[in-house]
Nanobody, 126 residues
Framework: EVQLVESGGGLVQAGGSLRLSCAAS????????IAWFRQAPGKEREGVSC???????IYADSVKGRFTISRDNAKNTVTLQMNNLKPEDTGIYYC????????????????????WGQGTQVTVSS
């Protein structure tokens, strides 16, 4: 059974930090691009960051310099370190996986993914 399980969300004040984790099982994790998306109430789901199977990283402009994505292929986990959080970072954060079959230059759109997690809530208060 394929699973992506997010953890680490919570409530934090603006300027604070959170560390999200995505634990994967049931598929060949090391062959997949793993991405983080977020969705705020009333807004479309947007890509935040992704990491390729070789560890190349891509970030949305809104989080560059504040968020860091990393992966551990031995543990089948991806981590999103979020620093200097802003109220506009509030939303449900999802991890998603898509098999990497060509070079990734941008965060693949949400329609591209094979698997999704259930999400974890991040709330940043002002």
């Amino acid at each position: 059974e394929v699973q992506l399980v997010e953890s680490g969300g919570g409530l934090v004040q603006a300027g604070g930090s959170l560390r999200l984790s995505c634990a994967a099982s049931g598929f060949a994790f090391s062959d997949y691009v793993i991405a983080w998306f977020r969705q705020a109430p009333g807004k479309e789901r947007e890509g935040v960051s992704c990491i390729t199977k070789n560890g190349n990283t891509i970030y949305a402009d809104s989080v560059k310099g504040r968020f860091t994505i990393s992966r551990d292929n031995a543990k089948n986990t991806v981590t999103l370190q979020m620093n200097n959080l802003k109220p506009e970072d509030t939303g449900i954060y999802y991890c998603a996986a898509v098999r990497e079959i060509h070079t990734i230059l941008v965060i693949p759109s949400s329609h591209a993914y094979d698997y999704w997690g259930q999400g974890t809530q991040v709330t940043v208060s002002s």
